[in-house]
Antibody
């Protein structure tokens, strides 16, 4: 059974940093591109970015503007999202997904507030 | 970037009613669109992939069609468990983009 389990969500102050993790199981992680997606409190979904199978290529949504970095460790079947200089607009539930959107994690909440 | 316009944003329907939700893309994406169902407190769940293919385990009352840049999700006969939010996603090119969502409620 495919499982994606995110962790690392928390309350963080504006301007701060946070790193999210997503542990994958039930499939050969190193064979799949992976994405991060977020859902705001108003329920809108926003694609954050993607990473290729070996981690050598990433694409990001223009709105992220170099503040977030996606990486992966195939040996640990783990996807990461490094968030820097966070803003209140970054408050959302963050999901990891396989590129193409067939499987999603349960999501993790990030709240940006002073 | 490819824009995805989803309509309606909310929908009141009766049990047994036929329900249709539409996504229109700003550019041609072939069939690279998925539909998702999301219930409160849960992650989105894949319903339809590549515009017309029903995800394994999803009820056959759900179907997807497309013509050009217009994509539709149809529920042939609304059941109580179908009350949820519905989203579409274009995965033709980066940045991937979502429709704004449809909140389906009981009349």
């Amino acid at each position: 059974e495919v499982q994606l389990v995110e962790s690392g969500g928390s309350l963080v102050q504006p301007g701060g940093s946070l790193k999210l993790s997503c542990v994958a199981s039930g499939f050969t992680f190193s064979n799949y591109w992976m994405d991060w997606v977020r859902q705001t409190p108003g329920k809108s979904l926003e694609w954050i970015g993607e990473i290729n199978t070996d981690g050598s290529k990433t694409n990001y949504a223009p709105s992220i503007k170099d503040r977030f970095t996606i990486s992966r460790d195939n040996a640990k079947s783990t996807l990461y999202l490094q968030m820097s200089n966070v803003k209140s607009d970054d408050t959302a539930i963050y999901y990891c997904t396989r590129t193409g959107g067939d499987y999603w994690g349960q999501g993790v909440m990030v709240t940006v507030s002073s | 970037d490819i824009q995805v316009t989803q309509s309606p944003s909310s929908l009141l329907a009766s049990l047994g009613e036929r329900v249709t939700i539409t996504c229109q893309t700003s550019q041609s994406i072939s069939n690279n669109l998925n539909w998702y169902q999301q219930k409160p407190g849960q992650a989105p769940m894949l319903l339809i992939y590549y515009a017309t293919s029903l995800q394994t385990g999803m009820p056959s009352r759900f179907s997807g069609q497309y013509s050009g840049r217009s994509f539709t999700l149809t529920i042939t006969s609304l059941e109580p468990e179908d009350i949820a939010n519905y989203f579409c996603l274009q995965h033709y090119s980066a940045p991937r983009t979502f429709g704004g969502g449809t909140k389906l409620e009981l009349k």
